[in-house]
């Protein structure tokens, strides 16, 4: 069945007489939900029709849920969800909007070892700062990958995968201090030393507009912000991108997808969403935010939601 009910923002599942958990499989542009007597649900397109069982409640309950929270719930088989957000906080021409500042450039034609070390002696294993973290990226295949690493301060650690993207990091466990005490990144070995992963003291987790589409999925743009996060109201000027690449080698192209400038005075922020979601992005597609000009050396900050379909 066609999967394009991503294109629909306002849609609610309904189920009567049924109780969590449950799944929705098969839905598309045109679907109805008709629920049975026995409890489970007729998905209805165009004609075909096909049927997904559901656990059915001692009670008859009710449960309306919205279609991109089903996503987040995993009740929607072959959909997930992104959300990316990030923060640069003295930002300059041509600068991503990323906590390591400048531009950033972990974009290897093969995927690369790389190494995790914070700026602190006590983001370590039995301390008091970051012990564990937990990094996500790509790995050779342009696949999904994660692993848990266990820091040893300003010693680097030698992560088990290889990464040809990375795009986040979050702090699983900590001692006293109850967060990362230094700036925790995760770099390639050797060479140019490019940084993958920048983790600021303080933050627990990566702060990157930055993201590149798994292989075997498919993106949809919904939702994006972009703000200026400098409070001394001196009318500073930032012009933002959002930015894709379809991987064709490291020399492929980045192209503009929307663009906006903003000041300072007032508010400073901006908002969009998608009457119909942006896409389709395909598989390996770089994605992300810059500042292509700007006034004087501010703070930025911006983030996007993704919707992926499994091809």
């Not at 499989?25 to 007597?37: A, C, Q, R, Y």
């Not at 489970?40 to 449960?63: D, E, F, K, L, M």
């Not at 034609?109 to 700062?129: E, H, K, M, P, R």
């Not at 930055?210 to 409070?231: L, M, Q, S």
Request: proline share 4%.
């Amino acid at each position: 069945m066609n999967k394009l009910i991503a294109f629909i923002l306002i849609v609610s599942v309904c189920v009567v007489n049924a109780a969590p958990p449950f799944k929705i499989v098969g839905t598309t542009l045109d679907n109805v939900l008709e629920p049975n007597s026995d409890g489970s649900i007729n998905v209805v397109s165009s004609g075909s029709t096909g049927t997904q069982s559901v656990a059915v409640a001692t009670q008859p309950t009710v449960a309306q849920i919205p279609f991109y929270q089903a996503v987040s719930m995993g009740l929607v088989d072959g959909y997930s969800k992104v959300n990316k957000f990030g923060h640069n906080p003295a930002t300059t021409d041509g600068d991503t909007v990323w906590g390591g500042g400048g531009v950033y450039g972990y974009f290897p034609t093969n995927a690369l070892s790389v190494v995790a070390v914070s700026t602190d002696v006590d983001d370590a294993d039995g301390d008091t700062g970051a012990r564990t973290i937990q990094v996500y990226g790509l790995d050779e295949n342009w696949e999904e990958a994660t692993e848990t690493v266990t820091l040893n301060g300003t010693t680097p650690v030698a992560l088990t995968n290889t990464y040809i993207r990375l795009f986040r990091t979050i702090i699983l466990t900590a001692g006293s201090s109850y967060s990362n005490e230094g700036n925790i990144t995760v770099t390639e070995v050797g060479g140019s030393t490019r940084v993958g992963i920048f983790v600021g003291a303080g933050d627990g987790q990566t702060q990157h507009c930055i993201y590149t589409v798994p292989a075997g999925k498919t993106a949809y743009f919904i939702k994006g912000y972009v703000g200026v996060a400098d409070d001394d109201k001196n009318g500073e000027v930032a012009e933002f991108q959002w930015q894709a690449r379809p991987n064709n080698g490291h020399t492929g192209a980045w192209a503009v997808k929307g663009e906006i400038g903003l000041n300072n005075v007032g508010s400073g922020h901006w908002q969009y969403e998608y009457g119909v979601p942006s896409g389709p992005i395909p598989e390996k597609t770089d994605i992300r935010i810059v500042v292509i000009d700007v006034t004087a050396t501010i703070g930025v900050v911006g983030g996007f939601d993704m919707l992926l379909v499994d091809d």
